[in-house]
């Protein structure tokens, strides 16, 4: 309570502005609060929606946010992160969604699908992709874990465009609230867009018009599928910062050149409701989720990429060993900056500014470890967005707007903190907190079990009963 | 159709196997042939005697043999050493157990460990008092044992007997004596490798030094300092056109060691050719079979300090010190000798004030010296200045050398254990050297360590020794002449009593 006070603005009027509600073009949310897009690997091996995913979404739902966007979703198996994520690459999923909408809309909660597509980013491509290269706007290998990449054709690219298409078009069928396209944090479109990764010699590389054709000419299949009534919002970086580990890396797409990507995705108006704004051109990234790493979890976990990368072996190497562990933290942790939450504030309220004098009616999305009414109602207050969206504080505490209601934040021992151990456990186990000095027990055991208790109970209830 | 084909991350990896394969191989390679070829292997040992003893001062990498053909030699040619080995050549072995004699050190060069010299094979002598005593050892003092000519004609012989074959070192080497137990590797090796290596470099060494076949024997407890020294470090001209017999036998005793730190600034050898200690070390340890290329200065340096203050050995039988006759000699000594030499001083100190004595260290020339002129003829200004090039390009260079026109006066600490006297060891005693030349032993026995107390120094009558161990020192061959350090300020006109309390009075020093 002590930051509210501190702070200009009582909590009051701080919980006023985040439990206003947010009127998009073609979509009102309830308050301020957008669950940003993650998941764990609950679904079917071959991209079916699981049983786990629509308590997962519930879970949040219930908590009292306005809008779910949904995990990272697939628009065809060549395009997946991790396997175990439900997809949206046939009109069989579509029940899947459907019942996924319904079970959210019950508490008056909106849901957008997050309409993505891998590229070189394929942490885990699954067996289906094991003998082929992944996708990208390049031949250069994903230069964190070595991931191959190759060139796609025009043709590919016209395919993949098609996809994300049709992946809106059986979104609005399921009955959700809206899509959006993940254009950040080193996916395909980022591949596309940042001018770090994206060499291409053709219509599609060298200028930023150029490098931002893809996106475009997504935005434009995907209103041709829905229409201009059903919201689409795009997620991008404000900067890519893509010399985040090698500082001989190009640096990539700065602030202009993402405000440049922005006015051509508004397309005249018949272009993007909304934009989401990230930043770091890979995922994971010092910025995004912005935070620190656990070593010990990375060296637990990270095997599992082992045959997804030709420097998997070469990063544990570094991970494992007493200098190289202690080293990429630092640099991880120097790479962050000072600012956590808010991180990507100034980023977006630089892009808003200018959007907001070509189209009022566009709003703006801000993430990046938001957990605390005061700073939340702060960036809405200063222009830097319209919302924000929250992903580990949510996963810390699923009822977290509950809470901004009464209070500026949760209790110090359940705040989040940012140690990232969710994102590496992800890996090879359920999503959930796995930080466990946040938990109730006396003792080691006795608070690992109610942590484990608390990751566990995404599998209840259970299908069967 | 391949039914297990490598995905694409497999094919990279794949590819790179062969890099990684290779540069961990090439890693391997370089660490290996750095570990066998360029590191080398030597023992510290933790006291400076020890040190001093089997320590190597880098001697080894290029004059060395492999340790198993030096103990081969002495089995295969048993015959002509006898049952001792080396210790023909008076090298001491502490113990009948002993694998290596006092003055040999050890080093793993290329992967194969060799033995050669060091400081001790020239600075240990022995003596013994009575007939049936075990030699004791005096570290620091002047060999009186070894026969550097002999060994060295040893080893040149070797080079070219037609019975030094790869099949008879081996043979050797495998055999109980020596117990080298080869396998199939090593054999291959000291057949194709070694083998040839010593013999090329044996016969290589009996060329430059041919010219020791002209020369006379030096007899034990001598050594020709400077001639092989021309032949080897400067491939200098050594045949009968460009050497004179008076400068090709300069044979010279070995000198004591001990108390070099007042020495510093003296003029050292016998001639006085340099007057620092560390350029004389260094110059010694290329003697011993260091290169400027392999000298292992940090060792070097371990026994420069310990010989930096090492103390003369006390006179070993107090008992044999008549008393009675130190006052008088005393003052005959400061009378006739403590000029040129120093003494000690009232505390009972070798006082070595330069300034007290000023012509201690000093050159005496040699019309006043007028001892044997060979030793200091062996010593060139040519040779001088091709020394004063050695180490070109290290700090420690030579720049102190040059032809002096005498004989260097050194200070009398530890005398006794100095014997035989003057620079060529042609006066057995010193009782000897205070008489007129003429009166002196023209003809006597070196080689025996057994001691003399009353007239101090070893016994030059035969007595006590093993025939094979005497040396007949006839004064009257080239370089050994007694002649000098003689007339009235020498003492040498004094009484017979007078001279008696002069040398009991040595005794002390």
Known sequence: ????????????????????????????????????????????????????????????????????????????????????????????????????????????CRFLMQLSHSGRQQDMGGVENMFKKALSSTNQTDFFHGILAQAMTVAEIHEVVEQFAQ????????????????????????????????????????????????????????????????????????????????????????????????????????????????????????????????????????????????????????????????????????????????INATYAKYLRDEIIKIDPSVKFLCTGGFQHADVIADVIRNGSCDGVSMARPLIANNDLPHILRAANGPIRQKECTYCNKCLLNDLANPLGCYEVQRYDGDTFDEKWESLIKEVMSVFEPPLYQ | MNYNPPTPVERVLGRWRWVRCLVVLLVILVVGYYLIFVNQYVVAYRGNLEQFKYGSIGSEPVNGLPILVFKALAFMYRDELGPGGYRRFGMLYETEQSELPIGMSRRIVDGVERVWLNCAVCHVGTYRINLTDQPKFIYGAPSNNLRLFDLLKFFLQVGADPKFSADNLIAAIDSPAVGGNLNFFDRLIYRYVVFPRVQAALQQLSQRLSFIDRQYDWGPGRVDTFNPYKAIQ???????????????????????????????????????????????????????????????????????????????????????????????????????????????????????????????????????????????????????????????????????????????????????????????????????????????????????????TAKVGYRSDGYGAAKQDLFLYNTSVPGNSNMGHEGKIYGTELSPADKDAIVEYMKTL
């Open chain 1, 167 to 342: 992946g809106a078009r059986r979104a609005r069928q399921a009955g959700l609230d809206g899509v959006e396209l993940h254009g950040a944090n080193g996916y395909l479109i980022t591949q596309f867009l940042s001018s770090g990764i994206n060499d291409r010699k053709d219509d599609y590389g060298g200028s930023v018009e150029n490098r931002a054709r893809f996106a475009l000419e997504i935005v434009r299949a995907i209103r041709r599928e829905v229409g201009r009534d059903f919201h689409l919002q795009m997620k991008i970086n404000g900067v890519d910062h893509n010399d985040w580990l090698y500082p001989w890396k190009k640096k990539g797409n700065t602030l202009e050149d993402t405000l440049t990507i922005c006015k051509m995705l508004l397309d005249d108006g018949k272009g993007v409701d909304s934009f989401h704004i990230s930043s770091g051109s890979t995922f994971p990234h010092p910025r995004n989720p912005p935070g620190d790493i656990s070593i010990v979890n990375l060296v637990r976990w990270y095997a599992g990429l082992f045959p997804s990368g030709v420097r998997t072996r070469f990063n544990y190497a570094i991970f494992s060993n007493p200098i190289g562990g202690p080293l990429f933290r630092w640099l991880w942790r120097f790479r962050r900056g000072k600012i956590i939450e808010g």
């Open chain 1, 1 to 108: 309570m002590a930051r509210a006070m501190d702070a200009t603005f009582l909590h009051e009027d701080n919980a006023a502005v985040i439990f206003s509600p947010l009127k998009f073009r073609n979509l009102e949310v309830k308050n301020r609060l957008f669950r940003s897009n993650l998941s764990g690997m609950f679904d079917e091996y071959n991209g079916h929606g699981g049983h786990a995913r629509l308590n997962w979404e519930e879970k949040f739902a219930k908590g009292g946010v306005g809008c779910i966007i949904s995990s990272y979703t697939p628009v065809a198996v060549r395009g997946r992160i991790l396997i175990r994520y439900a997809m949206i690459d046939n009109d069989d999923k579509v029940p899947f969604w459907r019942e996924i909408g319904k079970r959210v809309h019950d508490y008056d």
């Open chain 2, 234 to 452: 400067f491939n200098f001209p050594m045949d009968a056109s460009h050497i004179t017999t008076a400068e090709l036998n300069g044979s010279a005793d070995f000198p004591s060691i001990w108390e070099q730190r007042p020495r510093d600034g003296m003029h050292l050898h016998w001639d006085g050719n340099n007057t620092s200690v560390d350029e004389r070390n260094l110059s010694a340890a290329l003697g011993a079979g260091v290169t400027p290329v392999t000298v292992d200065i940090a060792a070097l340096k371990r026994i420069r300090d310990w010989i930096w203050t090492l103390p003369a050995p006390p006179f070993p039988v107090p008992s044999a010190i008549d008393t009675s006759k130190l006052p008088r000699g005393r003052r005959l000594f400061a009378e006739y000798c403590a000029g040129c030499h120093g003494m000690k001083n009232a505390a009972g100190q070798y006082d070595y004030d330069t300034n007290r004595y000023p012509r201690l260290g000093q050159i005496e020339p040699l019309d006043q010296i007028g001892t044997d002129q060979d030793r200091w003829a062996s010593y060139t200004q040519d040779f001088s200045a091709a020394q004063n090039m050695l180490y070109a390009g290290y700090p420690w260079r030579f720049t102190h050398f040059s032809k002096t026109g005498g004989y260097a006066s050194q200070p009398l600490d530890g005398i006794w254990a100095r014997s035989p006297y003057l620079h060529n060891g042609s006066v057995p005693t010193l009782r000897d050297l205070l008489e007129p030349a003429a009166k002196r032993p023209d003809k006597w026995y070196r080689g025996s360590d057994l001691y003399d």
